[in-house]
T-cell receptor
Framework: AQSVTQLGSHVSVSEGALVLLRCNYS??????LFWYVQYPNQGLQLLLK??????LVKGINGFEAEFKKSETSFHLTKPSAHMSDAAEYFC??????????FGTGTSLTVIP | ETGVTQSPTHLIKTRGQQVTLRCSSQ?????VSWYQQALGQGPQFIFQ???????GRGNFPPRFSGLQFPNYSSELNVNALELDDSALYLC??????????????FGNGTRLTVT
């Protein structure tokens, strides 16, 4: 079985500051991990994915995430926050099945 | 490249009624998955269709049913609507539902309100 836990349902950062959104996973098999972003009244958009190649994954809009097996983590980072980054962010895991397991999301607020 | 489109965007129904939601998959994708997203929650897997066959189901009752058509578009049907069915229903297509690392590409969802 797979699951993810996103620590911090709300994160606020100043414009230009580092963004760090936390995700820890549980999986009985080698996991595939994803980060999605959701803007108000829209569906989810893929930011990046980890599929057992490089442990540091670069995505769109300057985001990246590092897979750390020893810590069962896949935290999302961005060096400098922009106002347009304000949104809801979801971490998701899959394993052997075809079902994506999503976390409860982290709402990112960017303060000008 | 055409993305995933869903219709309608909003819907209001009364408890006990039935509803049909529609989804057109992204060009080249043969797999469609449906998710329910309650307010303030992450999406929950309802079921997946691969080449017109159900290919996995989440923890939802049988009154949630679906179809996939030869052009890979899909419908989600919900019978005997309950108040708790109020949610955003998301359709997602993927290149190949047989592979666990095939990313989901989402539509903008249908907001269902049950009164």
């Amino acid at each position: 079985a797979q699951s993810v836990t996103q620590l911090g349902s709300h994160v606020s950062v100043s414009e230009g500051a580092l963004v760090l959104l936390r995700c820890n996973y549980s999986s009985s098999v080698p996991p595939y991990l994803f980060w999605y972003v959701q803007y108000p009244n829209q569906g989810l958009q893929l930011l990046l994915k980890y599929t057992s190649a490089a442990t540091l994954v670069k995505g769109i809009n300057g985001f990246e995430a590092e897979f750390k097996k020893s810590e069962t983590s896949f935290h999302l980072t961005k060096p400098s926050a922009h106002m347009s980054d304000a949104a809801e962010y979801f971490c998701a895991v899959t394993g052997t099945g075809n079902q994506f397991y999503f976390g409860t999301g982290t709402s990112l607020t960017v303060i000008p | 490249e055409t993305g995933v489109t869903q219709s309608p965007t909003h819907l209001i129904k009364t408890r006990g009624q039935q509803v049909t939601l529609r989804c057109s998959s992204q060009s080249g994708h043969n797999t469609v998955s449906w998710y329910q997203q309650a307010l303030g929650q992450g999406p929950q897997f309802i079921f997946q269709y691969y080449r017109e066959e159900e290919n996995g189901r989440g923890n939802f009752p049988p009154r949630f049913s679906g179809l996939q058509f030869p052009n890979y578009s899909s419908e989600l049907n919900v019978n005997a609507l309950e108040l708790d069915d109020s949610a955003l229903y998301l359709c997602a297509s993927s290149l190949d539902g047989r592979t666990a690392n095939s990313p989901l590409h989402f539509g903008n969802g249908t907001r269902l309100t049950v009164t």
